[in-house]
C-alpha cells in the first residue's frame, strides 16, 4: 500500500536550522513535494523532487533519496514566519493517472 | 488576480441541507481536484477532473457530486448534509506536466450543525 511518515510536530529557534523527514512507500513512485500551510490558509508549493539529490531555493532546500524512499525539508536561517504546517507528499502513477498522496504534515513552531 | 478562487469561503448550515461550492482557476490549467481537509488536517483527494472529465473518484458518499462545465470550472453540490461534512474543502489545479505543483484555492469551511 501507500505510506507516507513525518513527524507530527517539531520546534525550533529563530535564526537556526531545522529539517523535517518524511519516509514514504509506494509503488510507482514519480516525484516528491514538499508544501507549506499556515493555519488557516491554503497549502503553497516550496519544492519538488524526482531524482536523488538536493534542490536548494533560498532558505529552503529538499533532499530526496529514491532508494531508501525518503525526503527531507531543510529550512535555514529561521523566521517566525516560518511557524507553519510542512506536507509531504508523493506523487504516484495509477493507471493512466497520476496521484498524489500526503502526509498528515509536520507543524513547526519557531520561538523566538 | 486570483489564480484559483472558491466560493463561499464560509459556510454554515443544518444537517440534511444541500449546499453547492464554486471553484474557477484563471491559469488555463487541464486539470481540477477537490480536497477535503478535517480537523486532524489530512488532506484527502475526493475528484479529479481533466478537460472536463471525471479521472480520479475516491471513496466518496454519492451525496458529494462535482460537475465541470469548461476546464476553468469545478463546482461541488452536496446532498443531505451531515455533521462529519463539517470540514475545509479546498479546490486545487494543475498543468499536469511531470514536476507541475498544485495550486489551491483559499478553502471552504463548511460547517453542519
Known amino acids: 500500500g501507500q505510506n507516507i511518515d513525518q513527524p507530527t510536530e517539531m520546534t525550533a529557534t529563530e535564526g537556526a536550522i531545522v529539517q523535517i523527514n518524511c519516509t514514504y512507500q509506494?509503488?510507482?513512485?514519480?516525484?516528491l513535494f514538499w508544501y507549506q500551510q499556515h493555519a488557516g490558509e491554503a497549502p503553497t508549493f516550496l519544492s519538488y523532487?524526482?531524482l536523488d539529490g538536493l534542490e536548494e531555493k533560498g532558505r529552503f532546500s529538499s533532499f530526496l533519496s529514491r532508494s531508501k524512499g525518503y525526503s527531507y525539508l531543510l529550512l535555514k536561517e529561521l523566521q517566525m514566519k516560518d511557524s507553519a504546517s510542512y506536507l509531504c507528499?508523493?506523487?504516484?502513477?495509477?493507471?493512466?493517472?497520476?496521484?498524489?498522496?500526503w502526509g498528515l504534515g509536520t507543524s513547526l513552531a519557531v520561538n523566538p | 488576480d486570483t489564480a484559483v478562487s472558491q466560493t463561499p469561503k464560509y459556510l454554515v448550515t443544518q444537517m440534511g441541507n444541500d449546499k453547492s461550492i464554486k471553484c474557477e482557476q484563471n491559469?488555463?490549467?487541464?486539470?481540477m481536484y477537490w480536497y477535503k481537509q478535517d480537523s486532524k488536517k489530512f488532506l484527502k483527494i475526493m475528484f479529479s477532473y481533466n478537460n472536463k472529465e471525471l479521472i480520479i473518484n475516491e471513496t466518496v458518499p454519492n451525496r458529494f457530486s462535482p460537475k465541470s462545465p469548461d476546464k476553468a470550472h469545478l463546482n461541488l453540490h452536496i446532498n443531505s448534509l451531515e455533521l462529519g461534512d463539517s470540514a475545509v474543502y479546498f479546490c486545487a489545479s494543475t498543468a499536469g506536466r511531470p514536476g507541475g505543483e498544485l495550486f489551491f484555492g483559499e478553502g471552504s469551511r463548511l460547517t453542519v450543525l
Open positions: 523532487n524526482v
Open positions: 491559469l488555463g490549467h487541464d486539470t
Open positions: 507528499a508523493v506523487r504516484r502513477f495509477a493507471g493512466n493517472n497520476r496521484k498524489l498522496i
Open positions: 509506494t509503488s510507482g513512485f514519480n516525484g
